[in-house]
């Protein structure tokens, strides 16, 4: 790769000099990269994405692949954790500045970047084929359109799943939850390891991620479908809470302060990671990065129901947009479908995203995962595949401000300075303002 500037953390920026690797190209017509090269004039192309240390090693070495086959074109890699990367590209977004290409989450950002029409429609790029879709699911493409306009392309595949140490539930005494388990069941299975082995059971629930699949469940939604309220009653939202802080109370869950002492850290700090705690929920592709380097024996559990089948659903891992100010966006398109279509790329990035997109993908690396719990992961996509429904595609412009707003009355009940109830009315009545601007 060539000498280029990475930021590692939204204040802090450091050149780093990476040798070449020497791609296998033309395994994959269509998407070996043989696209616009303006001209064969020098094309600088910045790429901004989240992740740890092993996703920036492996999309690096992708990035070598696709500047072997384009000599004139350099790949400015721009990377963060993910916490403050939005913060970045909000920050840049301001300024006219923001990279040629970026990688999108599949939430309110989305919606936001849209409506202030910060992103090339990809539509013209897909119809010619620059970028090739014939691969991807409709459904799954569906999920980058907003208002009719297809502004990011999907890149790999997620599901929430409970990631479960089965070392430690045999420890307690404990057998594997069944598909069909219930809330219930992972509280008392949780609340049985804590008071056997003296560790955490659930790491204490995420208001960024799991609200959605909650209100789901429960034959709700988080905005209704016009976008211009929520669709949930506030007592599904004192019920999640509930849950959470009972659970925190009886030592079951770790408490917000040891949450927040450890977000800013990664994965590595995580009590699972670490052996103390039973279970955790996350997104599938992070199953591997919560085994210790594989010294922890962990598995993938379906989210518990009632209804789990009517709450869960497929989601982007995440999604590559062109910025509107790209001054080279057929180049971007181009590196685009090299990313999601080559199937060497393909290989390298494995399943630390997620699933790869598209099919023929899929198919040439599975075979090569020799990691049992990328293998599971693999299997457990193909369970939700069959027992999901679709994903929810309304993100008000607002629809950021609403999920911080949650975040923030979330902190405030789990500290015990407001009562669920108070919460989710304060919630509802700030969600709701932001909505009707």
Request: glycine residues 8%.
């Amino acid at each position: 790769m060539k000498n280029k500037l990475k930021w590692i953390a939204p204040a802090a920026l450091v050149l780093l000099t990476v040798g070449c690797g020497s791609p296998n190209a033309g395994t994959n017509v269509s998407g070996n990269g043989t696209g616009d090269s303006s001209n064969n004039q020098p094309v600088t192309l910045r790429f901004a994405w989240w992740g740890t240390q092993p996703r920036v090693d492996l999309t690096t070495k992708v990035i070598d692949m696709y500047e072997k086959l384009h000599p004139n074109v350099t790949i400015q890699p721009e990377y963060s954790s993910w916490d403050g990367y939005f913060q970045k590209m909000n920050a840049e977004a301001a300024g006219n500045n923001l990279p040629d290409i970026l990688t999108q989450n599949f939430d309110n950002n989305l919606g936001s970047y849209a409506s202030q029409n910060l992103m090339a429609n990809l539509k013209p790029y897909t119809d010619s084929k620059k970028i090739d879709t014939t691969k991807i699911s409709p459904s799954l493409l569906q999920d980058g359109t907003v208002n009719g306009q297809l502004y990011a392309i999907p890149i790999a595949i997620n599901a929430l799943t409970v990631l479960y140490n089965e070392d430690l539930l045999k420890q307690a005494g404990l057998q594997d939850p069944s598909n069909s388990w219930t809330w219930d069941d992972l509280a008392t299975m949780s609340q049985t390891v804590h008071q056997k082995l003296g560790i955490y059971g659930l790491r204490t629930l995420d208001a960024s991620v799991l609200p959605t699949f909650y209100f789901r469940q429960n034959s709700e939604l988080f905005y209704s479908k016009d976008g211009k309220s929520l669709g949930f009653q506030a007592q599904t939202l004192v019920n999640y809470w509930k849950y959470n802080l009972a659970l925190i109370k009886n030592g079951a869950s770790p408490n917000l302060d040891y949450v927040q002492q450890i977000t800013s850290t990664g994965l590595s700090s995580e009590p699972m990671n670490l052996g103390k705690a039973a279970f955790d929920i996350r997104w599938s592709n992070q199953a591997s990065g919560m085994s210790n380097g594989g010294k922890e024996t962990i598995k993938l559990a379906p989210l518990p129901g009632p209804n789990a089948d009517q709450g869960m659903y497929l989601k982007p891992a995440s999604l590559l947009s062109i910025s509107k100010s790209s001054k080279h966006p057929d180049q971007a398109a181009d590196f685009i479908n090299f990313f999601i279509n080559n199937i060497d790329a393909g290989k390298i990035l494995g399943t630390e995203r997620g699933i790869p997109v598209s099919s023929d993908v899929r198919t040439a690396v599975k075979p090569t995962i020799t990691n049992p719990i990328d293998q599971a992961t693999f299997d457990y996509v193909d369970y939700v595949t069959g027992h999901s429904t679709a994903a929810d595609q309304v993100f008000p412009s607002k629809g950021a401000q609403v999920q911080q707003a949650l975040i923030d009355e979330n902190e405030k009940v789990l500290y015990s300075t407001e009562t669920p109830e108070q919460g989710a009315q304060n919630f509802i009545n700030k969600a709701n303002t932001l909505l009707k601007q």
